[in-house]
Every structure is written in C-alpha cells, then in structure tokens.
C-alpha cells in the first residue's frame, strides 16, 4: 500500500459531538500535514508535525481543534464540540522531510448534523 | 482579498483543446508555485513545481510563472478526457513555509 492511509472515509456526527480523524503517514516521513477544504475551496493549513511536536499549529480555527502525533508517526486530528461550520474533508499529507514533495491521503469526509 | 485567486470554473473543453488554467497572487513573498490535480473524492496529488519566475515543462504540461504581475499559468497541451479533474494552484514562501491554495479550477475535457 505505502501511500496516506485516512480513516475513516467518511464520518457523520452529530452537532456538539467530539470526533477524532487518524491518518497513517508514509512509513519513514518525518514531516505530516493536516488541511481542511471546504466545498468548492481548496485545502487550508491546519497544522504541520516534525517528529512529534507539532511545529506550526498556527492554522487550527480555534482550540476544540487539536491534533497528537505521540510517536512521530500517525497522528489523529481531534474535533471537540463539533459545529456545522467543521463539515468538510480532511485531507492528511506527509513527507519525507519538510522541503520535499508532500502526498496526500484521500481525505476524511466530516459531516455535523 | 484572498493571497491567491483562482477562477473555479467549470472549464469544459473537446479532447485535443489546449487548456490555459490561471492563477494571480498578492503576497510578493510567494517564492515557490505548484499545481495539484484532484480527481473528485480524491487528494491532490503534485503536478508541477516551479521555484521563481520562468518555464517549466514536463510531457504535456507546462508551468509558467510571471513574479512581476503575480501571475501564475498551467498549459495542458493535447487535452485528454482522463484530464478531467479539479486543478489547485499552491503557493508558498519559502520550500518549507506551508502552502497557500487557490480555490481550485473543475476541468471537464469531453470526448
């Protein structure tokens, strides 16, 4: 397989909701991106991860958004009180090292009823 | 005003057509351009990557970047129906600044 694995596919909660979306690098990228796009959008940055910390979360909405990367491989996005406005696709993309070419997972499709 | 503006279309074209699809961006810092094509239900996956101003080709694709107007262009020559897709230009700073996206053009080339 060696592509971005996401799970699950699709995900439909309801409003208020806590929600938690994994995605599985790359065996062996260090670096791991995380992105929402909106319908008829394109992705925006939520968060990158080196390693394990989380070097630039300047892009995460507000703090019911978090993410974990505890042992430098897959991370899981965490969506707290989950609002209409989160309905989106996830999209998950890692890399070998923070300069070289990310790939991207097929993303999580969130829905918040 | 969004950094990158990028006209979503559709963009419907015959097999065969060139395709000219656009991008024009504000922040002057922007060093580093790409296009992603998404294939519906999929994630983008990298097209082209240009560094500065200049041409690039690759097969039937050619990137052109214009940093005195903050433009940016993708050529697809000889169009083919499996060229149907959402094209994303992204933009970035510096090779390990995030990247900024367009919205995305839908491209349909029919038979």
């Known amino acids: 397989g060696a592509g971005v694995s996401q799970t699950p596919s699709n995900k439909v909660t309801e409003k208020g909701k806590y929600v938690e979306l994994r995605c599985d690098p790359i065996s062996g990228h260090t670096a791991l991106y995380w992105y929402r796009q909106s319908l008829g959008q394109g992705p925006e940055f939520l968060i990158y991860f080196q390693g394990t910390g989380a070097a630039d979360d300047s892009g995460l909405p507000n703090d019911r958004f978090f993410a974990v990367r505890p042992e430098g491989s897959v991370s899981t996005l965490k969506i707290q009180r989950t609002e209409r406005g989160d309905s989106a696709v996830y999209l998950c993309?890692?890399?070998?090292?923070?300069?070289?070419?990310?790939?991207f997972g097929q993303g999580t499709r969130l829905t918040v009823v | 005003q969004k950094e990158v503006e990028q006209d979503p279309g559709p963009l419907s074209v015959p097999e065969g057509a060139i395709v000219s699809l656009n991008c024009t961006y504000s922040n002057s810092a922007f060093q580093y351009f790409m296009w992603y094509r998404q294939y519906s239900r999929k994630g983008p996956e990298l097209l082209m990557y240009?560094?500065?101003?200049g041409n690039k080709e690759d097969g039937r694709f050619t990137a052109q970047v214009d940093k005195s107007s903050k433009y940016i262009s993708l050529f697809i020559r000889d169009s083919q129906p499996s060229d149907s897709a959402t094209y994303l230009c992204a933009m970035s700073a510096s090779n390990t600044d995030k990247l900024i996206f367009g919205t995305g053009t839908r491209l349909q080339v029919f038979p």
């Open positions: 240009t560094y500065s101003s």
């Open positions: 993309a890692s890399s070998l090292s923070r300069d070289d070419e990310a790939f």
